[in-house]
């Protein structure tokens, strides 16, 4: 195998690589492409040629409200993602090497658990009779217990704990590569520490939580265990009302129609995110 | 490399093709495929020597997708009867054999050219003892959150129940709820929405009641069966008590199609309807069933509960299915 790749790489003139790509291409186009433009296909043919599916989703308001749920819950898990990551990415990337390492083993052992199951756990942890309002209530601190579940409260909580993993990793990368001297010129020309993380880390650290946050953003969009198990139907996701069309309807051209104008919503996310987080960088190189 | 790839694509092949000594039974899961695999495919896979292999959830939108890719993997699929009743329509079935499978003593109500009767089972109103003060007595019960304050659960999906239920609790008489006024149904459940919590499969129901999360709700009878078998502190009332049925279908192109009818023949046996019906505390469709069955089993089923008993419409449900999904879900999501 090896002496026959040699061979190609010295005969052929192609740059070495793209042979290697091959697979992986081939790959994406069977199990990726083909599939969506079958989506595509039946989304304006099923049950009769035309665009009556996207007529009938863009205009009716209860399409349109989930939709917009969908993106609310997103947008709400990619915050406080943040805002949670943030922190613990700064001591990963400041503490002794040893000691980061065995963090990092307990936040990536995390992602290695069955994704139900954490989610079941989550329940467990957040219903009426759960451990939380139970320890609460038992402290007499509330004396009803809290609506952790089967809201937005439930779903943020679930998703924001599985998506941790994802903004940390890129995030401590960025900061590993931001010089702790800039903070100490910082300090030494009088910067409050607040007025330094606002005007020097924060800034410098702008491309991994641009990364971070999109990578986060365009995976809520597309959940449905999480926020099937521990959301309410009131603030229902678009994955979990495509799946009632397939299923419970079996009205597979409006579910195709809804799937397809998810995918072209995120690509062009994707895309305006990527021209964003491109000019940052240049300008942060300049 | 290609060998490979060949020898991977042929075993494939081989795990999918039809073998005449297997078929694939799929039901919902949960206590009440325990049931049926003890009662059906254990006894008949020993007697007929084909081998009943298990999968499941049913999945209305999988049976589409298979018998529409022609690629059939389920030769026998416990489904709601009008979901039977509305696939068939649309070609999804096949007829059944009524040479092979005896037709006399199967309860008509539940059988027709394309299903046979699986059992039948009511929606009872069924609560937690220690989170509920005082005895729901009727439907209406539920929607008094001042008189039994706590969540209530209901059935998630668009299917015959909820909606009757709350015509039901907002005083429209029982022979009076067809055709259904969608409009009082959604009213009357607005009243209590905030404190619905919805269960999307029979497991779920159980776990709900039993934790007390919900103080109480719509359940089958059979899972409140089995609750209480288990020892939970569940009161069940039969007041307004709503039948409607589970039926056996063969979906179109299935691989063991024979196998699967010879199965059908068994699972609607005297015999195999009352080794269920005593696993599960759900009714035989098979009327000759009862006389095979312990006598306290017997007065536990919904047919020891006539009395106030409602039929649901399964072919009023079958003719409106996709006019009051599509109604339900946007309620819901609202």
Redesign the interface.
């Known amino acids: 195998m090896s002496v026959e790749a040699q061979q190609g790489i010295a005969t052929s003139r192609i740059p070495s690589g793209l042979g290697g790509l091959l697979p992986a291409l081939i790959l994406v186009g069977l199990f990726f492409v083909v599939p969506v433009l079958a989506l595509l296909l039946r989304s304006v043919t099923d049950p009769a040629p035309g665009l009556q599916n996207y007529a009938a989703l863009l205009g009716?308001g209860?399409y349109v409200?989930?939709f917009f749920?969908t993106f609310v819950v997103a947008f709400v898990v990619t915050v406080v993602t943040v805002l949670v990551a943030f922190p613990v990415a700064w001591m990963l990337a400041i503490m002794p090497p040893a000691l980061a390492s065995i963090l990092f083993g307990i936040i990536i052992l995390s992602m290695w658990t069955n994704l139900l199951t954490r989610t079941y756990a989550w329940m467990v942890l957040l219903?009426?009779?759960g451990v939380i309002n139970r320890a609460l209530m038992g402290a007499g601190i509330i004396d009803q217990p809290l609506p952790l579940i089967?809201n937005l409260t439930g779903v943020t909580i679930g998703m924001v704990y599985i998506m941790l993993p994802f903004m940390i990793l890129p995030l401590v990368g960025t900061l590993r590569a931001i010089d702790p001297m800039t903070l100490r010129a910082a300090a030494l020309c009088g910067a409050s520490p607040l007025a330094a993380f606002r005007r020097i880390l924060l800034p410098l650290s702008l491309p991994g939580i641009a990364a971070g946050g999109l990578m986060v953003f365009v995976m809520s969009l597309g959940y449905f265990v999480t926020p099937?198990l521990l959301g309410g139907?009131?603030n229902?996701m678009l994955a979990e009302?495509i799946?009632?069309m397939?299923?419970?309807?079996?009205?597979?051209g409006l579910g195709s129609a809804a799937a397809f104008i998810l995918l072209v919503v995120t690509m062009a996310l994707y895309a305006l995110q990527l021209r964003l987080v491109g000019s940052k960088r240049a300008s942060v190189g300049a | 490399m290609k060998l490979i790839f060949a020898g991977i694509l042929a075993g494939l092949m081989a795990t999918t093709a039809a073998k005449a000594d297997e078929m694939v039974f799929t039901s919902w899961g949960g206590t009440t495929q325990e049931a049926q695999t003890k009662s059906w495919a254990e006894p008949f896979a020993a007697s007929s020597g084909i081998k009943v292999l298990q999968d499941g959830p049913t999945d209305y939108g999988k049976l589409k997708a298979m018998v529409d890719a022609k690629n059939v993997t389920w030769d026998v699929v416990d489904v709601e009867m009008d979901f039977a009743i509305k696939a068939a329509k649309d070609g999804l079935l096949e007829p059944i054999d009524f040479a092979v499978v005896p037709k006399a003593d199967l309860d008509p109500r539940f059988s027709n050219e394309n299903a046979v009767g699986s059992f039948y089972y009511s929606f009872v109103l069924a609560w937690n003892k220690g989170a509920v003060t005082g005895e729901p007595a009727s439907w209406a019960d539920m929607f008094d959150t001042k008189k039994f304050p706590g969540k209530r659960t209901f059935y998630k999906w668009s299917a015959p129940g909820v909606i009757e239920i709350a015509l039901l609790a907002d005083g429209v008489p029982a022979d009076k709820l067809y055709p259904l006024d969608l409009d009082r149904a959604f009213k009357k459940l607005d009243t209590i929405k905030s404190d619905i919590v919805w269960w999307g499969g029979g497991a779920e129901s159980q776990q709900l009641i039993a934790s007390g999360e919900a103080a109480f709700g719509q359940l089958w009878n059979g899972r409140v069966f089995a609750l209480e078998k288990d020892g939970a502190d569940v009161g069940v009332s039969w007041n307004q008590n709503l039948t409607a049925a589970d039926v056996l279908v063969v979906p179109k192109g299935a691989k063991n199609k024979e196998g699967a009818m010879k199965f059908l023949a068994a699972a609607t046996s005297p015999t195999g309807q009352a080794k269920f019906a005593e696993a599960s505390g759900y009714a035989p469709i098979n009327t000759k069933a009862k006389a095979e069955m312990p006598v306290d089993v017997v007065k536990g089923l919904p047919d020891a509960h006539i009395d106030g008993q409602i039929n649901l419409d399964m072919n009023y449900w079958a003719e409106h299915r996709d006019e009051i999904a599509t109604r339900w879900y946007a309620w819901q999501a609202k």
């Open positions: 009716d209860t409200r989930v749920n219903q009426r009779t089967n099937a139907t009131s229902m009302m799946a009632q397939i299923q419970s309807l079996l009205n597979w």
